[in-house]
């Protein structure tokens, strides 16, 4: 009986694929350090990787993950910095964050070069996961 359910496991494999996302590891972009700010033009995206803008949170993702020249990994993200607190609501409703990435808010946007091992070396006490549990907690 074992085995029948090993086979019938084997089949559906071959037909519909395994339960995950599949990534070529030569083109995943790491992200370490993502940047988030409200503009005229809706919403920004700075990292290391590149550059994204629309009208909303997803619509900058959107176009960032276009505009890569690979397959942008936000999994990896290990700090987040909020240019404007509104779009916290947006970046957790989104689920792409690493809940252990460190949470930090400025006024405008960084220059990228050094900024990681700057936040790196001034941890936060914020995490997306602490975010995510004080928006589930009102």
């Known amino acids: 009986m074992k085995w029948l359910y090993l086979i019938a496991a084997a089949v559906l494999t071959l037909i519909f694929g395994l339960p995950f996302r599949e990534y070529e590891t030569a083109r995943l972009l790491p992200l370490l350090t993502v940047q988030a700010a409200r503009t005229d033009g809706g919403v920004t995206i700075v990292s ?3 550059k994204g803008e629309g009208a909303t949170w997803e619509d900058a993702v959107e176009n960032l993950r276009k505009s890569a020249s690979g397959e942008v990994f936000f999994d990896t993200a290990e700090q987040i910095i909020f240019c404007d607190r509104s779009l916290v609501s947006d970046a957790l409703e989104s689920d792409i964050l690493r809940p252990a990435a460190q949470v930090y808010f400025a006024d405008a946007l960084q220059d990228s070069e050094g900024l990681h091992e ?7 006490q914020i995490t997306v996961a602490d975010l995510r549990a004080e928006s589930k907690g009102q």
Do not use: F, I, P, R
């Open 48 to 50: 290391e990787v590149g």
């Open 118 to 124: 700057y936040l790196s070396a001034h941890e936060s």
